[in-house]
T-cell receptor
Framework: QQPVQSPQAVILREGEDAVINCSSSKALYSVHWYRQKHGEAPVFLMI?????EQKGHEKISASFNEKKQQSSLYLTASQLSYSGTYFC???????????FGQGTRLTINP | DGGITQSPKYLFRKEGQNVTLSCEQNLNHDAMYWYRQDPGQGLRLIYYSQIVNDFQKGDIAEGYSVSREKKESFPLTVTSAQKNPTAFYLC????????????FGPGTRLTVT
């Protein structure tokens, strides 16, 4: 039931764009996105809910395709501070817990 | 300031000893969670609690125990039955359902030798 993230790692130059995907084999109720820097706690980025509601930071955008059980996180005009590992967490209808993907490591070079 | 705290940041223990990791929150959140993270891996749920005096096993509960006697506190005990206890442990809290974000503590890095 663990969601699958792709790609596993990506390297960009500052200013380039990236897309990180999160796919589930079951119908989803919500998808969470978090970013974690090495040795630190994950930080909340965005929640996407079934039905189209989104909650999160203004500078982060994401989509949730309910039919495909897939979410994508869009990072545009990347900055050095965007570096870290991005995790999606998924929840099914009626569940009280999240299941996290294995993470996508993003490296931004000057 | 509201937040979630974990202590200590680093913890070293000898094999065969039980050890308790602290997690405290002053966000007035009902739900609390414990995750384990191994190098290069995602977050795996150990235990979670939606309300005081109640908790449920997560995906990897074997060798761990928890209590939820107060809303603010959710300590995790790593017992000697846990075969590979060395890991980074993260505590989180949220308002409740997966409709709301989880707030994470700074983590405790446990090393057992």
């Amino acid at each position: 039931q663990q969601p699958v993230q792709s790609p596993q790692a990506v390297i960009l130059r500052e200013g380039e764009d990236a897309v990180i995907n999160c796919s589930s084999s079951k119908a989803l109720y919500s998808v969470h996105w978090y970013r974690q820097k090495h040795g630190e706690a994950p930080v909340f980025l965005m929640i996407l809910l079934k039905g189209g509601e989104q909650k999160g930071h203004e500078k982060i955008s994401a989509s949730f395709n309910e039919k495909k059980q897939q979410s994508s996180l869009y990072l545009t005009a990347s900055q050095l501070s965007y570096s870290g590992t991005y995790f999606c967490g998924t929840a099914f209808q009626g569940a009280q817990k999240l299941v996290f993907g294995q993470g996508t490591r993003l490296t931004i070079n000057p | 300031d509201g937040g979630i705290t974990q202590s200590p940041k680093y913890l070293f223990r000898k094999e065969g000893q039980n050890v308790t990791l602290s997690c405290e929150q002053n966000l007035n959140h009902d739900a609390m969670y414990w995750y384990r993270q191994d190098p290069g891996q995602g977050l795996r749920l150990i235990y979670y609690s939606q309300i005081v005096n109640d908790f449920q096993k997560g995906d990897i509960a074997e060798g761990y125990s928890v209590s939820r006697e107060k809303k603010e506190s959710f300590p995790l005990t790593v017992t000697s039955a846990q075969k590979n206890p060395t890991a980074f442990y993260l505590c989180a809290s949220s308002i409740g359902s997966p409709s709301y974000e989880q707030y994470f503590g700074p983590g405790t890095r446990l090393t057992v030798t």
